[in-house]
């Protein structure tokens, strides 16, 4: 008997503000959680450049280029963001290494775009305050310089190099690793 009277009342009912409720809090979860999604840098790659004939420039002080050396390594680094939004600023760190104690300091004198905690240093930050566009790949180059190699050197001399991001969200803990070498 309260079915029949539920079902021809009209109005409201505590069972039909009950059931209402249910049907739109999830409903307005969506809602509110989809313009969050929207606006995330989504998918952000890094992608080192193919090793290819680069020139090391002389540097006696940082910030002060001389004569070039040829060698082989990555003219730079690309960035592709796949997602809806700006990736904003990006920062991470550059390092140079060698196992070899004969070799000659190597680090990097130039990032396009970007500013380097030190110039010419063989292990910097950098910060890219521009970051890179939604849908966009982008290029970054880099230019390596070199100090003046001792008079009984015998090149070529390999390094490693190794870039981390440390930022936007979509890079984190990104890491790229190559070869540079030196003749």
């Given amino acids: ?34 313009p969050a999604a929207a606006a995330s840098p989504g998918q952000v790659d890094p992608l080192l450049d193919p090793n290819t004939a680069i020139k090391f420039v002389l540097s006696t002080k940082p ?27 990006i920062s991470g760190r550059i390092t140079v290494t060698s196992s070899d104690s004969s070799a000659p300091r190597v680090g990097v004198q130039i990032l396009s775009e970007g500013v380097l905690d030190q110039i010419g240093a063989s292990d910097t930050g950098f910060t890219i305050a521009g970051g890179v566009g939604a849908g ?27 870039i981390s991001f440390t930022s936007p969200v979509g890079l984190d803990k990104r890491f790229l690793g190559g070869a540079l070498e030196l003749r």
């Fill in 63 to 89: 910030g002060s280029p001389g004569q070039a050396r040829n060698g082989l390594g990555p003219k730079g680094f690309y960035i592709h963001n796949s997602g809806g939004a700006p990736t904003g600023a």
């Fill in 136 to 162: 966009v790949n982008k290029f970054f180059s880099l230019t390596f310089n070199h100090t003046e190699p001792p008079r009984n050197w015998v090149g070529p001399k390999s390094f490693e190099l190794a």
């Fill in 1 to 34: 008997m309260n079915e029949e009277i539920e079902s021809k009342e009209s109005g409201f009912s505590r069972r039909r503000v009950v059931k209402g409720v249910a049907w739109s809090v999830p409903v307005i979860v969506t809602a509110v959680a989809s």
